[in-house]
């Protein structure tokens, strides 16, 4: 095997002068194959993914995601952005370019009286949450605390407050942006508004992103927990979980979960989080939920935003091997979910499971178009979620998921997430992007016409 080294795009070698000239401009680590820290700075959540970049800049700041964009830019090396690292794809990392990781990056500033708030562009979830807790307020963004706020809201953003305030990326002000020519830009609806449209919901596709500019709501406490009954009622569940959800306020979102329990029980579990002032609506709108038949176990309490935010940091932790496929459902059906529940069957990996979201309310507000995430219309996220670690159950895992995401076509609108996108399904994500791809591909021509950065969910220009 030929080692790695910083390659440009026609597989030639960079000069070493040329990367002892990029570090003096530079104030972040720059990791090259054979350094100490080298396999684990390509380290990203998913264990699948293995990849060999020639280089990771570990930026200390703007000036040096500048420097790196002039640098791959003049060099024609491929980058890669990682933020959080969580993307599935592993669209965080490359081979043979330059990652531009923005690891270092995760400082976040409260403005209590304007209720808005800026984090670096590789901050992560829990950052942001903590940091607005202190002044009991919290950014519509995820529901794992890993997550990096960067891949999550340029790709859409679904938590707990999506279905208030609606996603991640509607909750962008503004956004600093270092764009392939290596300049800096301001994007908000006043400044390069095109980039603004494109940067909220386009993925990493024209720029660095190097700090978000959130608008933040009133929230300290929230109840939350979980609801669990046997797998063997996840039939009736998801049919009573369809009514419950159906009339629910927005203050509530469950995501309903065919999963496992610690000791490997094969469980049906509801995962509700009432984000309204009024705790006692709260406990009657989750009541329900509760009845839908008898649970084995019911665990909803007042908590801090925060804590609700880290419950499922343990089930999703880094290391294990993960292959994720995603549909957007014209409706959750009594057919839909009696495939679903016929495909739980051959779900065999405890820690897997299969996740249904619903997504309506404010995520449904805004019309296509009014930026550049598309996927509004749908009330109801189904993602398949294989996770193992053994890399002989590989192919297993990846057929399981394959086949009951072909089996839940019929049912699919045909739009599918883009955060949660695999590494093979390139070929899915015009349809995330859907109507909007037209403009987003005017857009891109105008910020990277040469498609400098292409290691995402890519569009060409
Ligand atoms: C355990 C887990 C829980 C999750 N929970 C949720 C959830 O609740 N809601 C939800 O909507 N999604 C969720 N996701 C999906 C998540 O949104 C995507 O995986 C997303 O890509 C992660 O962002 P990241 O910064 O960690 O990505 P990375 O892997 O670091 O980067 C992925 C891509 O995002 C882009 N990107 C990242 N940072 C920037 C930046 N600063 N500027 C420009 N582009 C950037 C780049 O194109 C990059 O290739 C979850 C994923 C995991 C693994």
């Keep these: 095997m030929t080692a790695t080294v910083l390659k440009d795009r026609d597989g ?38 293995d990849k060999y970049p020639g280089a990771i800049l570990r930026c200390q700041g703007t000036g040096d995601v ?57 901050a992560l979830l829990g950052d942001v949450d903590r940091e607005t807790h202190l002044h009991g307020l919290a950014v519509p963004l995820g529901i794992v605390s890993k997550t990096g706020i960067g891949g999550l809201t340029t790709g859409g953003g679904f938590g707990w407050l999506a279905r208030k305030y609606g996603p ?7 956004a600093e942006v270092v764009t392939a020519d290596g300049s800096i830009r301001t994007a908000s609806a006043n400044n390069n508004p095109d980039l603004y449209w494109g940067i909220c919901g386009g993925s990493g596709n024209f720029g660095v992103v190097t700090s978000f500019l959130y608008k933040a709501y009133p929230l300290s406490t929230v109840l939350g927990g979980l609801i669990a009954f046997p797998r063997e009622a996840a039939s009736k569940v998801l049919r009573g979980y369809r009514e ?17 329990g610690p000791d490997g029980t094969p469980l049906t579990a509801l995962v509700p989080c009432w984000i309204g002032d009024d705790k006692e609506a709260g406990h009657q709108a989750i009541k329900p939920l509760t009845e839908i038949c008898e649970p084995l ?34 409706a959750l059906t009594d057919e839909a979910i009696d495939m679903i529940v016929e495909h739980s069957e051959g779900m065999t990996i405890p820690g897997s499971g299969i996740l249904i979201e619903h997504c309506a309310g ?17 009330d109801y996220l189904i993602a ?40 093979d399904e390139d070929s899915a994500i015009e349809m995330a992007f859907g109507e909007n791809l037209i403009q987003l591909k005017e857009v891109k021509r105008k910020y990277d016409p040469t498609n400098f950065f292409s290691a995402n969910a890519n569009i060409s220009p």
Excluded at 168 to 174: Q, Y
Excluded at 400 to 421: C, E, I, V
């Design 12 to 49: 030639k070698a960079v000069p070493q002068d040329s990367i002892e000239e990029f570090r003096t401009q530079i104030r972040g680590a720059l990791i090259l194959p054979g350094d100490a820290e080298y396999d684990s700075a390509r380290s990203i959540w998913n264990a699948l993914i």
């Design 362 to 378: 404010a995520a449904k507000s805004k019309a296509n178009g009014d930026n550049a995430f598309a996927q509004r219309g749908h």
């Design 168 to 174: 991640a990326c509607d909750n962008v002000i503004e």
């Design 297 to 330: 176990v019911v665990d909803v309490q007042e908590m801090p935003f925060p804590a609700k935010q880290s419950m499922l940091d343990a089930a999703y932790g880094p290391g294990s091997r993960n292959y994720w496929k995603s549909a957007y459902l014209k």
């Design 244 to 260: 419950v959800m159906s009339r629910a306020p927005d203050e509530l979102t469950a995501y309903a979960a065919l999963l496992w």
């Design 66 to 122: 500048a420097a790196a964009a002039r640098f791959a830019f003049e060099n024609n090396i491929l980058v890669s952005i990682r933020g959080g690292g969580h993307n599935v794809g592993g669209r965080a990392v490359c081979d043979d370019g330059l990652v531009i990781d923005l690891s270092n990056m995760r400082a976040v500033h409260v403005d209590p009286d304007a209720q808005t708030v800026r984090a670096q562009g590789g």
């Design 384 to 423: 398949i979620l294989p996770l193992w670690t053994d890399p002989a159950d590989d192919a297993d895992q990846i057929a399981w998921a394959r086949k009951m995401h072909d089996a839940m076509a019929p049912f699919s609108t045909g739009g599918t997430y883009l955060n949660y996108l695999g590494a």
